[in-house]
């Protein structure tokens, strides 16, 4: 997930090489994204496991093994089930909160070395989980970590990387995030085969990757930003050619001091956001992670086993319906980080739109037949759950590669960088907040409207399409220094955008300059 902080005058080709120290880098930055999701992915598989339901949340196995006449719907109903999954979205919002500070203050380092420790001991304490207590501060601190990485991993990996590799390893966070659900599902499937004590191995797996940026945030150097930001002007210089490969860093370095100064005249970013030449900047920091969660994706990434068993899979084909929709997810991230500059961001969130909401309804329709109100299926044949499943599939395809991946793009690459902090921050917040409360109430919801949730997430579905299409300019290839004409031409924005410059001390134009 892309962090806050500045990326100098975009736009603009710097010589460098894609060096050792680069690609190491991207290794450890990968790592980032891959627990980020091993997190999302892990936790519906191993509520789905009979052995840990039975140690962790009697009630629920009692109620979902027992009690045949329960109502489908409800049989995961519990509140301590659900804030299993969601606390960890709490904790890593308040984290980012002080991540941000730790990073611009003490380098992306030390915020890469915490994240690493905090994973760790949360991947611990979850494999050696006694009782619920346990498990929820296993899940807390690595929410925690979280937290950490998400802030200081991406930026670190756009202030590393030369200029020209920025877009593609952006996405490229996504592909990790998406690469971690599916190292999940597919641990969960083989790990629940193991006795009674598979899920430990599946919690305490996150311990590799933990590691990896753990050991890798004291073995690289700091970026030359960082340094900047610190005023080690001569050390930024020699970093800077080491990590290009290359002598000639000036223009790059100058820019670079030109950027960190710019951005240190911004006296309040937070002020600066509520200016009304920002409503289309702050509207969409807030309107787009909402409705990236509003999509419904993370019942599925959360509970894909869960639901699965639900709509009558057995416990083993519900763990591989998991699995598929992980294979799925990582596919259609591909297309998109193939399309997302060639098709442009509008194409891929409208065609996404339209082809989640038929999924959705058809869903809908088809547990709705089948299970009715009282959530009671009878004799379900197969090819019924197969069918849902296929749908499913087909949804999960259309939100990897338009709302997953550009819910996060689109955001960071309208903001100009007198307000990008204060706004990726709000964009990271926002998700997390909606976030945890779609893995907080979505079971409940799932007892209450029944087959009428997959319509609820439908019904929004309709709305942000409905958005995008009235209020979303286009922004393929649009270079940041442009992005403001983007607005200025838009029917509804342009009359936010005055061609005023910002009093002094007040902020930084960029109109020219980039
Ligand atoms: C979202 C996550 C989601 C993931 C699925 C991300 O873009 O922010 O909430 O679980 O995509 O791949």
Same mark, same amino acid.
């Given at each position: 997930?892309?962090?806050?902080?500045?990326?100098?005058?975009?736009?603009?080709?710097?010589?460098?090489?894609?060096?050792?120290?680069? +690609?190491?880098?991207?290794?450890?930055?990968?790592?980032?994204?891959?627990?980020?999701?091993?997190?999302?992915?892990?936790?519906?598989?191993?509520?789905?496991?009979?052995?840990?339901?039975?140690? @962790?949340? /009697?009630?629920?196995?009692?109620?979902?093994?027992?009690?045949?006449?329960?109502?489908?719907?409800?049989?995961?109903?519990? &509140? +301590?089930?659900?804030?299993?999954?969601?606390?960890?979205? #709490?904790?890593?919002?308040?984290?980012?909160?002080?991540?941000?500070?730790?990073?611009?203050? @003490?380098?992306?380092?030390?915020?890469?070395?915490?994240?690493?420790?905090?994973?760790?001991?949360?991947?611990?304490?979850?494999?050696?989980?006694?009782?619920?207590?346990? #498990?929820?501060?296993?899940?807390?601190?690595? =929410?925690?970590?979280?937290? *950490?990485?998400?802030?200081?991993?991406?930026?670190?990996?756009?202030?590393?990387? /030369?200029?020209?590799?920025?877009?593609?390893?952006?996405?490229? *966070?996504?592909?990790?995030?998406?690469?971690?659900?599916?190292?999940?599902?597919?641990?969960?499937?083989?790990?629940?085969?193991?006795?009674?004590?598979?899920?430990?191995?599946?919690?305490?797996?996150?311990?590799?990757?933990?590691?990896?940026?753990?050991?890798?945030?004291?073995?690289?150097?700091?970026?030359?930003?960082? #340094?900047?930001?610190?005023?080690?002007?001569?050390?930024?210089?020699?970093?800077?050619?080491?990590?290009?490969?290359?002598?000639?860093?000036?223009?790059? @370095?100058?820019?670079?001091?030109?950027?960190?100064?710019?951005?240190?005249?911004?006296?309040?970013?937070?002020?600066?956001?509520?200016?009304?030449?920002?409503?289309?900047?702050?509207?969409?920091?807030?309107?787009?992670?909402?409705?990236?969660?509003?999509?419904?994706?993370?019942?599925?990434?959360?509970?894909?086993?869960?639901?699965?068993?639900?709509? =009558?899979?057995?416990?083993?084909?519900? #763990?591989?319906?998991?699995?598929?929709?992980?294979?799925?997810?990582?596919?259609?991230?591909?297309?998109?980080?193939?399309?997302?500059?060639?098709? =442009?961001?509008?194409?891929?969130?409208?065609?996404?739109?339209?082809?989640?909401?038929?999924?959705?309804?058809?869903?809908?329709?088809?547990?709705?037949?089948?299970?009715?109100?009282? %959530?009671?299926?009878?004799?379900? /044949?197969? $090819?019924?759950?197969?069918?849902?499943?296929?749908?499913?599939?087909?949804?999960?395809?259309?939100?990897? $590669?338009?709302?997953?991946?550009?819910?996060?793009?689109?955001?960071?690459?309208?903001?100009?960088?007198?307000?990008?902090?204060?706004? &990726?921050?709000?964009?990271?917040?926002?998700?997390?907040?909606?976030?945890?409360?779609?893995?907080?109430?979505?079971?409940?919801?799932?007892?209450?409207?029944?087959?009428?949730?997959?319509?609820?997430?439908?019904?929004?579905?309709?709305?942000?399409?409905?958005?995008?299409?009235?209020?979303?300019?286009?922004?393929?290839?649009? /270079?940041? !220094?442009?992005?403001?004409?983007?607005?200025?031409?838009?029917?509804?924005? %342009?009359?936010?955008?005055?061609?005023?410059?910002?009093?002094? %001390?007040? =902020?930084? !134009?960029?109109?020219?300059?980039?």
């Amino acid at each position: 997930m892309p962090a806050g902080g500045f990326v100098p005058r975009e736009g603009k080709a710097y010589p460098g090489n894609l060096t050792p120290f680069v +690609t190491i880098t991207c290794i450890v930055a990968a790592m980032g994204g891959l627990i980020f999701g091993y997190d999302i992915g892990i936790s519906g598989g191993v509520t789905s496991m009979a052995p840990f339901l039975k140690k @962790f949340f /009697p009630s629920v196995y009692r109620k979902e093994v027992e009690d045949t006449s329960t109502n489908q719907y409800c049989k995961f109903d519990s &509140q +301590t089930l659900t804030m299993f999954t969601s606390s960890l979205y #709490l904790a890593a919002l308040l984290a980012s909160i002080g991540a941000s500070t730790v990073t611009r203050l @003490f380098g992306r380092k030390l915020s890469m070395l915490l994240g690493g420790v905090l994973f760790c001991a949360g991947a611990i304490v979850n494999a050696f989980a006694r009782d619920v207590v346990m #498990l929820i501060v296993g899940r807390i601190l690595l =929410g925690f970590g979280v937290g *950490f990485a998400n802030q200081s991993v991406p930026l670190y990996l756009s202030e590393m990387a /030369p200029y020209r590799y920025r877009g593609v390893l952006n996405l490229g *966070f996504q592909l990790s995030i998406s690469t971690g659900i599916v190292v999940a599902n597919v641990l969960n499937y083989f790990f629940a085969k193991v006795s009674d004590w598979g899920w430990r191995l599946s919690l305490g797996g996150a311990v590799v990757p933990a590691l990896i940026i753990t050991v890798g945030s004291l073995l690289l150097p700091d970026t030359p930003n960082s #340094l900047i930001e610190r005023g080690r002007h001569d050390e930024a210089v020699a970093k800077l050619k080491r990590i290009r490969g290359i002598d000639d860093v000036d223009a790059e @370095f100058n820019d670079l001091v030109a950027a960190s100064e710019e951005s240190r005249k911004v006296k309040n970013p937070w002020r600066n956001l509520l200016r009304q030449k920002y409503r289309p900047h702050l509207t969409m920091a807030i309107a787009i992670p909402i409705f990236q969660q509003l999509t419904g994706i993370n019942a599925i990434m959360f509970y894909a086993p869960v639901l699965f068993q639900t709509i =009558g899979l057995g416990d083993d084909a519900s #763990l591989m319906s998991a699995v598929i929709t992980g294979c799925v997810n990582v596919a259609a991230t591909l297309v998109s980080i193939y399309g997302v500059d060639r098709w =442009g961001r509008r194409f891929l969130f409208l065609e996404g739109g339209i082809q989640m909401l038929v999924c959705q309804i058809i869903v809908a329709v088809c547990i709705g037949v089948k299970f009715g109100v009282k %959530g009671d299926p009878g004799d379900l /044949p197969k $090819w019924y759950a197969v069918v849902v499943v296929l749908f499913i599939c087909i949804y999960v395809t259309a939100f990897a $590669w338009s709302w997953g991946p550009l819910g996060w793009l689109v955001p960071r690459e309208i903001l100009p960088l007198e307000i990008r902090s204060a706004a &990726q921050s709000i964009n990271v917040s926002v998700n997390m907040i909606f976030t945890f409360a779609v893995a907080q109430i979505f079971l409940t919801m799932l007892c209450h409207l029944k087959f009428g949730l997959f319509l609820f997430f439908a019904f929004f579905v309709i709305v942000m399409s409905i958005f995008v299409y009235f209020l979303l300019p286009e922004t393929k290839g649009v /270079p940041i !220094e442009e992005m403001r004409i983007a607005w200025k031409n838009h029917p509804y924005w %342009g009359s936010f955008i005055l061609d005023d410059k910002l009093p002094a %001390g007040a =902020g930084v !134009e960029l109109d020219k300059n980039g």
